[in-house]
């Protein structure tokens, strides 16, 4: 009895067709038309002799294969795979009139048309069809022998592509435009000048990163990322967490400047157990939002290669394990980022109001992940940074994390820290160190389309880490702040998200103006819908209301900012995003005491940007 089995032409098809080169017969099987799925695939193993069809000219694709049948297309797909012998294959002979010949096959050192899933899947048909092979005449041992030469080849070469330099990079070009009678604070915090025309005085900064990486001799792994810029002039470089970016905003986003953004070897140091790196150079760092993240000061444009909270330093990191734990040691120094038009690339801010604030040149740390057995896990961080100047030089950051195991559908975690100035390494600069804390602790729950997360902050007012803690209207990582804060996420449909957040800060101590009587409530409602797989809406309303106690002058102080923004983005093609946005910023101080809203009392604004981002 004859074993039969669904034609599979059109997987022989895909494989024959990565080995040789193409190839169209001069006569198509009559039955199969031109505008069938699987044309040209037919179409080319017909012409290397792997399916021939019937001698009347069909090719009856829709009629079962027998064992015997498949059997041979398989071993004349096989037949048709270069033999190669590591050397170019001979030339072919000239054409009439002068004309090349055709190719010869190439040799092992060029470019196998197989990957290794290919070849393990003719091997298996192989072996599946080895009884039907033999009655062929064909020995199924020296078909394995060559795929196994094939695979071997096809290994080779992707050690070497592996070993190649890969070139990619990112491009930004962005254009924005204010219109206000006054000058004013935007949502970034930058002071911006008056401007009667939304479509004049145009700021248009741009980015550009070539970046290239590749996989050297034992393992290490190397990157470096070149990048000329004048959005970081326009940012005036408010990287720092400043909360100054665009202080030097200019028509054409200010003179372009050439940096070495990254460049960086990652060594694995089998020394110190499996899984130990030691990265060398200019690399890019963070540990948690409450001790060593950079903020993204910039709420205009979306750059994600500087929005990803990391900072950048010159110097080592080291990671590895001790048992169960893993360790992370890392040490480096900013004073040589200096790019060509003289600027520094990023600036980590130390200190507060009381000590005064400056730019470190130097850090150190080290930071622990110690399993909790099966309850969760705890961190330990040491920070040290040095500066320069009068007053501190030094700051010491102590950080202790809990992340404890989902309880259910919940996750739990929270973080203490303190942060120490000091004259120097050993010696205090004389201030209290009992205001000097920072705490969170978070909950988060998630079923089906709802995702709440939800806790409580407190700062002291003389906490200072180089942290990312938190945003109210245009103002960066407040201190001498507590309270509550939640936020939901919830998936309304399959292309409309609603997210609404908020918190409510009072004061942590009595100190700088803002004493526990005073409050800040802030509220954010965001609306994103997909109209389709290429477009996407958004529209975020943000509230920030303050108000300050004693009174002055029998007048209750407070002051309020409002953001009402509209946003579009489109994917013009899969590398390539268009985003537009406009802002309406609505700003209100009645006695003018907290510059939140520039020179005047009330204070309204327009901003309208573009940007076009490209990923290559």
Request: glycine share 12%.
């Amino acid at each position: 009895m004859k074993k039969y089995l669904p034609f599979m032409g059109a997987a022989v098809a895909a494989l024959a067709m990565t080995w040789t080169a193409q190839a169209k017969a001069d006569d198509m099987f009559k039955d199969v038309p031109s505008d069938h799925w699987a044309y040209s695939a037919i179409s080319d193993l017909q012409s290397k002799k792997v399916l021939l069809g019937y001698p009347n000219g069909y090719f009856q694709g829709k009629r079962v294969l027998t064992r015997y049948e498949f059997a041979v297309a398989l071993k004349r797909a096989i037949d048709n795979i270069p033999v190669t012998s590591g050397k170019d294959g001979a030339a072919g002979k000239d054409g009439t009139n002068g004309a090349d010949g055709k190719d010869g096959a190439p040799g092992a050192d060029g470019k196998p048309g197989m990957a290794p899933e290919e070849v393990a899947a003719l091997a298996k048909l192989a072996d599946t069809f080895k009884a039907e092979l033999a009655q062929l005449g064909t020995d199924v041992k020296s078909i394995n022998s060559k795929l196994d030469a094939i695979g071997k080849s096809v290994a080779a070469l992707n050690t070497r592509l592996d070993k190649m330099v890969s070139i990619s990079g990112e491009f930004f070009t962005g254009f924005r435009s204010d219109m206000s009678r006054y000058g004013f604070i935007d949502g970034g915090g930058a002071v911006r000048g008056a401007n009667k025309n939304l479509f004049t005085a145009v700021s248009a900064p741009s980015d550009f990163h070539l970046i290239a990486s590749a996989n050297l001799a034992g393992g290490v792994k190397f990157v470096a990322d070149l990048v000329e810029s004048s959005y970081l002039n326009y940012a005036s470089l408010g990287l720092n967490g400043a909360g100054a970016i665009g202080g030097k905003a200019s028509v054409n986003g200010g003179g372009l400047q050439t940096q070495v953004y990254q460049a960086s070897l990652v060594v694995p140091v089998s020394q110190f157990g499996s899984g130990t790196t030691l990265e060398i150079g200019r690399f890019k760092n963070s540990l948690t939002a409450l001790t060593y993240q950079r903020p993204d000061t910039d709420p205009y444009f979306s750059l994600p290669w500087y929005d990803d909270g990391k900072y950048v330093e010159d110097g080592f990191n080291l990671k590895t394990k001790l048992g169960s734990a893993s360790v992370q040691i890392f040490g480096g120094t900013y004073g040589n980022q200096v790019s060509s038009t003289g600027n520094v690339l990023n600036t980590v801010a130390l200190g507060d109001s009381l000590t005064g604030t400056k730019a470190a040149n130097e850090s150190a740390g080290i930071h622990i992940d110690i399993p909790l057995l099966r309850a969760g896990e705890v961190g330990l961080t040491l920070l040290n940074f040095n500066a320069t100047g009068a007053g501190f030089t030094d700051e010491k950051v102590y950080g202790a994390t809990l992340k404890l195991k989902p309880l259910g559908r919940l996750l739990i975690s929270a973080e203490a820290d303190k942060s120490v100035t000091g004259a120097d390494f050993t010696h205090a600069d004389g201030n209290s160190n009992e205001d000097n804390n920072a705490y969170n602790v978070n909950l988060a729950y998630a079923s089906g389309s709802i995702k709440l997360s939800g806790g409580y902050l407190y700062i002291d007012p003389r906490y200072s880490a180089p942290g990312a803690w938190l945003k109210v209207g245009s103002v960066y990582n407040p201190v001498n702040v507590q309270g509550p804060y939640a936020s939901l996420d919830y998936k309304m449909c399959s292309r409309a998200t609603l997210n609404i957040g908020g918190a409510y800060l009072g004061g942590a101590r009595n100190r700088e103006g803002f004493t526990p009587g005073c409050s800040i409530g802030k509220l954010d409602v965001g609306l994103k819908y997909n109209l389709n797989k290429t477009v996407h809406l958004t529209a975020d309303y943000e509230g920030d209301f303050y108000n300050f106690t004693p009174s002055v002058a029998g007048i209750k102080t407070s002051a309020q900012q409002q953001f009402i923004t509209l946003g579009a983005g489109i994917n013009l093609a899969g590398n390539t995003v268009l985003k537009l946005g406009y802002q309406v910023i609505a700003g209100h101080d009645n006695l003018g005491l907290t510059g939140l809203t520039g020179t005047q009392t009330t204070n309204n604004a327009n901003v309208f940007t573009t940007q076009v981002s490209v990923h290559f």
